[in-house]
């Protein structure tokens, strides 16, 4: 803990003597109360509300990837979109995604993405500590998810971590990987279903026939 204390000796024994005033937890302790209090009030204002989430899009052409060109989170999810719907186009929206003034420009990618005609936006970075995953947890960023037009996945650390930015978007994933797996449907079970599809329609039409036949 941290503590603001008033210092006394008292001379005749020697004792030296720290009277609290006031107490509170160290280090991440007080970026946790920043973070509350920043989703006590982003809460109370409505911006999280279940009203405001956009649904995903069934069959997005393109999306949109806000994240560090040096992330491993960037691997992470270019090769799962690679691998479960290669038909997908993905655009890369550069940014810091931690230090000075990476919310700023997280939320400057995000505005952008917009004028691009994506279908959706993955917001993603790896895990972290506290202080490392501090920039999605800033208001400009928080904003900035909820004023976009476009459906924006969260994906910021691991499954245990949880920023200002997942409360805003309209889906927060557990990590990059899974917000990839979530907005992209898998090419083969999407092939799977057409065959299943086309067979019924098949031997429906052919059932319909064969009925109009014998009238």
Same mark, same amino acid.
């Given at each position: 803990?941290?503590?603001?204390?008033?210092? !006394?000796?008292? &001379?005749?024994?020697?004792?030296?003597?720290?009277?609290? &005033?006031?107490?509170?937890?160290?280090? !991440?302790?007080?970026?946790?109360?920043?973070?509350?209090?920043?989703?006590?009030?982003?809460?109370?204002?409505?911006?999280?509300?279940? $009203?405001?989430?956009?649904?995903?899009?069934?069959?997005?052409?393109?999306?949109?990837?806000?994240? #560090?060109?040096?992330?491993?989170?960037?691997?992470?999810?270019?090769?799962?979109?690679?691998?479960?719907?290669?038909?997908?186009?993905?655009?890369?929206?550069?940014?810091?995604?931690?230090?000075?003034?990476?919310? &700023?420009?997280?939320?400057?990618?995000?505005?952008?993405?917009?004028?691009?005609?994506?279908?959706?936006?993955?917001?993603?970075?790896?895990?972290?500590?506290?202080?490392?995953?501090?920039?999605?947890? $800033?208001?400009?960023?928080?904003?900035?998810?909820?004023?976009?037009?476009?459906?924006?996945?969260?994906?910021?650390?691991?499954? !245990?971590?949880? !920023?200002?930015?997942?409360?805003?978007?309209?889906?927060?994933?557990?990590?990059?990987?899974?917000?990839?797996?979530?907005?992209?449907? &898998?090419?083969?079970?999407?092939?799977?279903?057409?065959?299943?599809? #086309?067979?019924?329609?098949?031997?429906?039409?052919?059932?319909?026939?064969?009925?109009?036949?014998?009238?």
């Amino acid at each position: 803990v941290e503590a603001r204390v008033l210092v !006394t000796l008292y &001379e005749a024994r020697g004792d030296f003597q720290l009277n609290v &005033e006031a107490m509170r937890l160290a280090g !991440t302790g007080d970026l946790f109360e920043r973070f509350l209090r920043l989703k006590a009030r982003l809460e109370a204002e409505g911006l999280f509300a279940s $009203e405001r989430k956009k649904p995903l899009p069934a069959f997005p052409r393109r999306i949109g990837i806000v994240t #560090s060109l040096q992330a491993a989170a960037l691997r992470d999810v270019l090769t799962t979109l690679g691998r479960r719907s290669p038909q997908v186009e993905a655009i890369v929206f550069p940014t810091p995604v931690q230090g000075e003034g990476a919310a &700023e420009q997280i939320a400057a990618a995000i505005e952008t993405a917009a004028h691009w005609n994506c279908d959706a936006l993955l917001v993603c970075r790896g895990g972290g500590s506290m202080e490392d995953l501090w920039a999605f947890n $800033e208001e400009v960023v928080a904003r900035a998810i909820a004023a976009s037009p476009l459906p924006v996945i969260s994906g910021v650390g691991h499954e !245990t971590d949880f !920023t200002i930015a997942d409360f805003a978007a309209d889906l927060r994933a557990p990590t990059p990987t899974a917000a990839a797996e979530i907005v992209a449907p &898998e090419r083969e079970y999407l092939n799977r279903q057409l065959i299943t599809f #086309s067979t019924a329609t098949r031997r429906q039409m052919r059932r319909t026939l064969e009925q109009c036949g014998q009238r």
